[in-house]
C-alpha cells in the first residue's frame, strides 16, 4: 500500500519533443512535435511547409511544357513518373495519340524509376532502423538505373525527360541492351537484400505488427499505393484503370495481410520484381524503329474544361488536376500528391507508441518531402 | 620485466616503475584506439563497396589524428543552461576508468604493466561500472531532451547487461579457481582454451559486451536516426573527443579481456605472446565491426527483456554446469 501512495505522490510530467526539422530521420525537412510520457507517444502532430515552393500557383504562369521540370521536383526520386503524370493529364485533354516507341521508352523508364525509388525507400528505411550497409548497397544499383538515365536524357535526378505527346529523346544506339543486361544483375542483387534484410530476427522483431492499420482505416484516409495495398485491398491503377500501354504486360499486384510495417517494407521488393518483369516484356517488345513524338500543335492549348487524371506513382495515387480556359496556361493546377496524403495518417499511428516505434512507422508510410510540401 | 606478481610492498623503485608502466598504457590504448577507429572506417569502406579514409598521409593513415586534432582545437561549449560543473565532469567520469582497467590486462606473459592483483577480473567489472555515471551525468546535464532519453536508455542498458556480463565469466573464474587474470590465462596456457569448455559462457559474454560497449545492434543510447547522437549530443571539441575516446578504450579493454578469458589470452604457439594477444584482440573488435555492419538496432524494451529473460538464466544455468562439471571431474 505505501508503495502505490509513493508512486502516486512522484510527480511526472509530459514532455514535448520536437523530431526535427533537422533530424537525421525525416526524409528531409520534415518536423514533427511530439507530446510524450517516458518513451511512450501521446500525442504526434506534423509540421510541414519547410520545402514548400509553390508549385501549383507557379504553374498558373506557365505553359504547359515549362511545367514538367517542375514536376520533377515534387518527389524528386522519381521525376520519370511525376513528368508523366502531368503529360499523360494534358494528352488524355488534347485526346493525343502517342507513338509506339513513346509508349515504350515511358514505359521502361517509369519502371525503371519504380525500381530506383523503391531501393532508396528500402535502403532508407533500414537506416533509419540502424542497419547501415543496406542505404549503400543500394546506391550501386541505383547508379546503374540513373546512369541510364542519364545517357538517355543528360540528368541524373531532374530528368525533364517527357514531352507532351511523347518522350524528348530517343533511346542512343545499344541503350535497350543495357536496360537488358540490367535486369538479370537486378534480380540477382534482389535475392541479395532478401538475404540480408528479411529473415534478420532483429529486423522482424521492429517491424512485425508495428503501425497497424486495417483497409477501412486506409480508405477513409484516401491512403494510396503501398500503404494501401499493405492491408490486403487490391488497387493499383496500372491495373484498375490501365494507362499508357499497361494492358499489355504481364504483371502482379503484390499484397500485404496484415498492414504492418513488414507488410510495407516486402511489399516494396516485391514490387521491384515486378517492375523488373514489366520492363523485361518492354524490352522485347520494344519496336525497333519509329517516332518517339506524336503530332503536338507548336503550342498545346488544352481546351476549356476542367481534366484530371490519376497514375500509379510510387508512393501512391499521383494525379494532376487541370482546370483549362483554353489557354496555353492552366487557369489552376491541383496536384494530388500521394505522399502528402498518406501523412496524414501518421498523427494516428503514432498514439500510445513508443519513440523507438516512431522512427519505424514513419519510415514505413515512406513519404518524400518535396512531394508533401510541393 | 614488467611484473610485480612478487612484490609484496611499495617501494620508491617499483612505485616509479607503476608510474612509467602507466604513462606505456596510456600511449599504447591511445595508439590502439587511434588505429582501430581507422580500421573500423576502413573495414566499413570495404564491407560497404566504399574506399574509406585514404587522402591524409599513405593510406589515410594520418585521418584519425587529424580528426582528433580537429577536436582538439574546437571552440569549447558548454550550453548556458546546462549543469556546468556535472557537465564539466562527466567526460572525466566516464573516460578514467576506461583507462584504469587496462591497469590489469596481462599483454603477455612479461607484460603486465601497472597492477597483478588477485582480483583483477573483479575489479574489471568493478570499475567499468562507474562508467554508467559518467554517461548518465552527461545526459543529464546537457539538459537537452534527447541527451536525457540518450542517458537514461544508456544507464537501464549498461546496469541490465552488466549482470549477465559478469555472471558469464563466473564460469571462467572457476574454471581457473581464480579471479586473478595471469592465472586464467596460465590455466588455459597448459589446457585448453576457455571457449571450448565456456562455450555457452562466451556466447553470453560476447552478447552482453557488444551491449556493454554500446554497439551495434545494441547501440540504443546514441542512436543516430532516433536520438540522433544520444547522450553526448550536446558536446563538442574535446570533451566530445574523451566520449568518442571512452568508447572505443573500452572495446579495445573488452577485446583484450575477451582474449584474456576465453582465448587464451598471451599463449599460443610458435609466435610471441604480444602478437598472439594482438591478433584475438584484433579478431573481437574485427567481429564487432562486421555485426555493426550487418544488423539494424534492437529496439529498448526487447533489449531488456532479452537481457533479463534469455541471458541471466542462460549465465545462471552455465555457473551451475561449470560448478557441477569442476565437482565431478
Known sequence: ?374 | MWNWSGASHLTWLNGLAMLIGTVIVLLLALGVVTYTIYAQRKILGWMQGRIGPNRLGPFGLMQTIADILKLLIKEDIIPEKADRSLFLLAPILAFVPSFMVLSVIPFSRTHVFTANISIGLLFYIALSAITIHGVMLGGWASNNKYALIGGMRSAAQMLSYEVPLGMSVLGVALMAGSLNLNTIVMSQHTGWWNIVPQFLGFCIFLVASTAELNRTPFDLPEAESELIAGYHIEYSGFRMAFFMLTEYVYLFAMAALCATLFLGGWSGPFLPGWLWFAIKVFAFIFFQFWIQNTMPRIRADHLMSFSWKVLLPLSLFNIVLTAVFKTIV
Request: with cysteine.
Open chain 1, 1 to 374: 500500500m505505501a508503495l502505490t501512495d509513493e508512486a502516486q505522490s512522484i510527480r511526472t510530467e509530459e514532455m514535448i519533443l520536437n523530431v526535427g526539422p533537422q533530424h537525421p530521420s525525416t526524409h528531409g525537412v520534415f518536423r514533427l512535435v511530439v507530446k510524450i510520457s517516458g518513451e511512450t507517444i501521446i500525442e504526434a502532430e506534423p509540421v510541414i511547409g519547410y520545402l514548400h515552393r509553390g508549385t501549383e500557383k507557379l504553374a498558373e504562369d506557365l505553359q504547359y511544357t515549362q511545367i514538367i521540370p517542375y514536376t520533377d521536383r515534387l518527389d524528386y526520386v522519381s521525376a520519370m513518373i511525376n513528368n508523366y503524370a502531368l503529360c499523360h493529364t494534358v494528352e488524355r485533354a488534347l485526346d493525343l495519340e502517342i507513338p509506339e516507341r513513346a509508349e515504350y521508352l515511358r514505359i521502361i523508364t517509369m519502371e525503371l524509376q519504380r525500381v530506383a525509388s523503391h531501393l532508396l525507400a528500402v535502403g532508407s528505411y533500414l537506416l533509419d532502423l540502424g542497419a547501415m550497409s543496406p542505404f549503400l548497397y543500394v546506391f550501386q544499383e541505383r547508379e546503374r538505373i540513373v546512369q541510364m538515365f542519364n545517357e538517355l536524357c543528360g540528368a541524373r535526378l531532374t530528368y525533364n525527360y517527357m514531352r507532351v505527346g511523347g518522350v524528348k529523346w530517343d533511346a542512343p544506339p545499344g541503350w535497350i541492351d543495357q536496360v537488358r543486361d540490367f535486369i538479370p544483375f537486378m534480380r540477382k542483387k534482389l535475392k541479395m537484400y532478401d538475404d540480408l534484410i528479411t529473415g534478420n530476427e532483429i529486423f522482424l522483431s521492429r517491424v512485425r505488427g508495428i503501425g497497424v492499420f486495417n483497409t477501412e482505416t486506409a480508405l477513409a484516409y484516401g491512403l494510396s499505393g503501398i500503404n494501401l495495398r499493405s492491408t490486403g485491398f487490391d488497387w493499383d491503377l496500372r491495373k484498375k484503370k490501365p494507362y499508357s500501354i499497361y494492358n499489355r504486360f504481364d504483371f502482379e499486384v503484390p499484397l500485404g495481410k496484415n498492414g504492418d510495417c513488414f507488410d510495407r517494407y516486402i511489399l516494396h521488393m516485391q514490387e521491384m520484381e515486378q517492375s523488373l518483369r514489366i520492363v523485361e516484356q518492354a524490352v522485347e517488345q520494344f519496336p525497333s524503329s519509329g517516332p518517339v513524338l506524336g503530332k503536338v500543335p507548336k503550342m498545346v492549348r488544352v481546351p476549356a474544361g476542367e481534366y484530371y487524371s490519376g497514375i500509379e506513382g510510387t508512393r501512391g495515387e499521383l494525379g494532376f488536376y487541370i482546370v483549362s480556359e483554353g489557354k496555353d496556361k492552366p487557369y489552376r493546377m491541383k496536384i494530388r500528391k500521394p505522399s502528402f496524403v498518406n501523412l496524414q495518417l501518421l498523427p494516428e499511428l503514432l498514439k500510445g507508441q513508443s519513440m523507438a516505434n516512431l522512427i519505424a512507422i514513419l519510415g514505413a508510410v515512406d513519404i518524400v518531402l518535396g512531394e508533401v510540401d510541393a
